[in-house]
């Protein structure tokens, strides 16, 4: 798991701006998501990426955007098309072709004031 | 698209006894079923998965089986210690063969009593 990374771990911003979460990951792999965790809803999908410069919809999209430039990166902003953007956002990685194993990141808690 | 539905989601057990946490899901086409375990404060952690190949596989105290028929599938962790309290995730996927996303359930939070 130390191989892939979040920042900043807390962040605030004030509602109606946009904000970008980084996700970074040394692991050489292949794909890349993001979920939002709320409390008693479990872990849901943003966007994922399964090669660079592709990305696709997951459960929740509307609000956020991504891309994927670099293996290595697939930041996430947060727009002020999200109505309730305040969560904690994980990142995950995996080697896809190998293993459907999910590595995920620390984890970046956004509170929007 | 994939639904998985786990239960319960709440679960208090004494130290030492069993803790069984069940799922369901309801793409027939998913072949494959990871537990994630995520204690206070922590990343999600892997613990064990099994394949629609199999019907049950274990790790010492952890153990999943599987029901294609029924759908559903079920973590069982035995001789339970208070380092097992923790959120714990089931997921289901199409595996490498189609789409690799996971669906996730709500959670179990699991509290070991001392």
């Known amino acids: 798991d130390g191989g892939i990374t979040q920042s900043p771990k807390y962040l605030f911003r004030k509602e109606g701006q946009n904000v970008t979460l980084s996700c970074e990951q040394n692991l050489n792999h292949d794909a890349m998501y993001w979920y939002r965790q709320d409390p008693g809803q479990g872990l849901r999908l943003i966007y994922y990426?399964?090669?660079?410069?592709?990305?696709q919809k997951g459960d929740i999209a509307e609000g956020y955007s991504v891309s994927r430039e670099k293996k290595e990166s697939f930041p996430l902003t947060v727009t002020s098309a999200q109505k309730n953007p305040t969560a904690f956002y994980l990142c995950?990685?995996?080697?896809?072709?190998?293993?459907?194993?999910?590595?995920f990141g620390p984890g970046t808690r956004l509170t929007v004031l | 698209g994939e639904n998985v539905e786990q239960h319960p989601s709440t679960l208090s057990v004494q130290e030492g006894d069993s803790a069984v946490i069940k799922c369901t899901y309801s793409?027939?086409?998913?072949?494959?079923f990871p537990w994630y375990k995520q204690e206070l404060g922590k990343r999600p952690q892997l613990i064990i998965d099994?394949?629609?190949?199999?019907g049950e596989k274990k790790d010492q105290r952890i153990a999943v089986t599987l029901n294609k028929t029924a759908k559903h599938f079920s973590l069982h962790i035995t001789e339970t210690q208070p380092e097992d309290s923790a959120v714990y995730f089931c997921a289901a996927s199409k595996g490498v063969e189609g789409n690799e996303k996971l669906t996730f359930g709500t959670g179990t939070r699991l509290t070991i009593i001392p």
């Open positions: 793409d027939s086409a998913s072949n494959y």
């Open positions: 995950a990685s995996s080697p896809t072709r190998v293993s459907n194993e999910q590595f």
């Open positions: 990426s399964q090669i660079v410069n592709d990305f």
């Open positions: 099994i394949r629609s190949n199999v």
